[in-house]
């Protein structure tokens, strides 16, 4: 699990770096002219300017001034009043779970109701012992409108079984019949009945430019698993899970 903290941890790190390459340059040539764009040294006499689709090349000679602009930190598009967000992850339980780090997917479409506050709604998958559909509103509070914030959330709704039934035995249930059975282990076929779900979060966002960026969230996942059976069976499952997931949005 540390290999997978670790490798979304550096993909999000990583995401400043492209963002430091939002910038402008503004050359001044001794001629007068004047470009702007990205300018990268080819060696040590010369330089290419990469101005819309133009590519020039220079000698430093022939440049008088070069100044740099860089994107403005501030994301206030009173348009882009809406984002929609994917993200995939891991729900991180104890070693002894049958999964002790199942497989998660959502995607949530969220609308700026007040300055800073979103509110959406999403669904997704997640690869518990059996495969769920969660069906959530999601609540956001970004602390800045930025290139850089942090925020908090919370996610809450219902997850929908996708499985016909699951057999248990001896405390333990499958998605499947066992082969083998005894005496002893008697399987019992039930029905998935899917249960509530709460997650609350923390985490940044990162803007890689004004209509794209990178979020890195943690939080604490709980969740309701209900089952019934013949016989008026009934079993009741809790979980708690550490939530760690690496999302995009789109603006």
Aim: net charge neutral.
């Amino acid at each position: 699990m540390k290999k997978i903290i670790y490798l979304l941890v550096f993909l999000f790190v990583c995401s400043g770096g492209f963002a430091q390459r939002n910038k402008k340059e503004v050359i001044y040539l001794k001629n007068g002219t004047v470009l702007k764009g990205q300018q990268t040294p080819v060696d040590d006499d010369k330089v290419a300017v990469q101005s819309g689709k133009n590519l020039w090349v220079f000698n430093y000679s022939e440049i008088d001034t070069i100044t740099s602009n860089r994107m403005s930190q501030a994301y206030e598009n009173k348009n882009a009043a809406y984002f929609l967000k994917t993200s995939v992850g891991i729900l991180a339980g104890s070693s002894n779970n049958s999964k002790p780090t199942p497989f998660s997917f959502d995607a949530s479409f969220n609308y700026r109701v007040l300055p800073k506050w979103y509110l959406g709604v999403g669904t997704g998958i997640d690869f518990l012992d059996e495969s769920y559909l969660p069906v959530f509103g999601n609540l956001e509070f970004h602390f800045r409108e930025s290139r850089f914030t942090p925020f908090i959330g919370l996610q809450a709704g219902y997850l929908v079984p996708l499985d016909d039934e699951v057999y248990s035995g001896g405390g333990v249930y499958y998605d499947y019949m066992p082969w083998s059975s005894s005496y002893y282990y008697n399987p019992v076929a039930l029905e998935s009945k899917g249960g509530l779900m709460v997650n609350p979060s923390f985490g940044f966002v990162s803007q890689l430019n004004p209509n794209l960026g990178l979020m890195l969230a943690f939080g604490y996942r709980y969740h309701e698993l209900n089952f019934k059976g013949d016989n008026h069976y009934q079993l009741d499952r809790e979980y708690n899970r550490l939530s760690i997931r690496l999302g995009i949005l789109f603006n």
